[in-house]
């Protein structure tokens, strides 16, 4: 870790050396296995053992890693194709991540109003509370001042409702604006699912005003919720979807998938990538969705959420001055606490328990889609032992 800290910009507050993982488990570099809760950041549905999906990515590496854009690939045409048959979008577009499926989305729903009007100021709604990702683009949609202020000034043309509150959304349309962008299960701002009626409403504000409804899913989507994607559970198709973590399920790869009538404004020239869509990618995401319709990864999480959520709310129960509140959807689901999350956290860390934070005092619980109850059994066995000590 010394080592390391020596070479890399201080970006993170890293602090275990893991070195391989086994099931829903990781162990380090002293043999110590954790249980983890997080999935790398709700990236790894599919836990750290499926040798099919292993085996997939060695055979592609053999055949062809990259050969651009320029040219097709089997793997890719196939990774569009279930892409876009469990979204319903019409066209993907792959990239290396979720940060660049949301500047490309942004760019597609500005190309989109320019088409209609060059004079368009392409003003785009987001969230209050948001996060995108942390490119210029991104950072300039994301509703958390903290993150924005230092690298100011962003793309301009940006205002922020509350998340939830209809009205506010409403308050800020104007003639020029081109989308309303919110993620479909707020993330880092506290595990916050969406209204039906706030999101049935932008719905029907977007399609009464020929404004680009954008939904962020790259961390709420991919069976996360018990559904291929969040906004199935609403009865909505955005206009524009992204996507990204568990898409990949630890091959980093994203995309950002729309309509035939948004999609077909952008033309060759308006965007590019050098690695998005490569053959890798395509053959880790083609693999992904195999593996999730054999294996019904989706179902087994909505059958599962149930008892995670029953066993959080247990925790809540017993200790109501420490746990505030627990939410969420699916396998996505976040506990409040009425003290700094980093603190328990870490002693969870030293328990053997891997778990991640959205702010400052919430725990997010995103998990392998695979876990079982004995494992949801064993993190909450820890949690209570680190509640007690406190």
Not at 108 to 135: Q, T, V
Not at 284 to 310: G, N, Q, R, S
């Amino acid at each position: 870790m010394k080592d390391f800290e020596q070479h890399l910009i201080h970006t993170y507050n890293r602090s275990v050396v893991f070195d391989q993982g086994e099931d829903v488990y990781l162990v380090d570099t002293d043999g110590k296995k954790y249980l983890d809760m997080g999935a790398g950041i709700a990236v790894s549905a599919l836990g750290y053992s499926n040798t099919e999906f292993k085996e997939a990515l060695k055979t592609q590496i053999d055949k062809l890693i990259h050969v651009s854009n320029l040219y097709y690939t089997e793997p890719v045409i196939k990774a569009s194709e279930y892409l876009s048959e469990k979204s319903g979008m019409d066209r993907v577009f792959f990239t290396n991540s979720g940060t660049e499926a949301i500047e490309g989305a942004i760019k597609l729903a500005r190309k989109y109003a320019y088409n209609k009007n060059p004079e368009s100021k392409g003003e785009i709604i987001a969230m209050n509370h948001s996060f995108h990702g942390r490119s210029m683009g991104a950072l300039s949609v994301t509703g958390t001042e903290h993150y924005r202020t230092p690298f100011e000034p962003l793309i301009g043309g940006v205002s922020f409702a509350d998340y939830n509150d209809l009205d506010s959304v409403k308050n800020l349309v104007t003639e020029d604006t081109c989308a309303i962008l919110l993620e479909t299960l707020q993330g880092e701002g506290g595990i916050y699912p969406a209204d039906e009626a706030f999101i049935k409403g932008i719905r029907k504000l977007c399609d009464e005003k020929d404004i680009v409804m954008i939904l962020d899913e790259i961390q709420c989507g991919m069976g996360r919720t018990g559904k291929y994607f969040t906004f199935e559970h609403y009865g909505i198709r955005p206009d524009i979807l992204t996507t990204a973590k568990a898409l990949g399920c630890g091959f980093p790869v994203g995309a950002f998938a729309a309509v035939e009538k948004v999609a077909s404004a952008m033309v060759p020239g308006d965007h590019g990538t050098t690695y998005g869509g490569n053959p890798l990618a395509g053959a880790a995401v083609c693999k992904v969705f195999e593996i999730f319709e054999k294996e019904k990864i989706v179902e087994h999480a909505a059958e599962i959420a149930p008892y995670l959520t029953d066993k959080l709310n247990g925790l809540k129960e017993k200790y109501p001055e420490l746990i505030k509140d627990c939410r969420g959807l699916g396998l996505m689901q976040g506990m409040e606490l009425t003290i700094p999350a980093a603190d328990v956290v870490k002693k969870a860390l030293e328990k053997g328990l891997v778990l991640i934070s959205a702010g400052t005092n919430i725990i997010r619980f995103v998990p392998p889609l695979i876990i079982k109850e004995e494992h949801i059994d064993a993190c909450c066995e820890i949690l209570d032992s680190v509640f007690a000590s406190n």
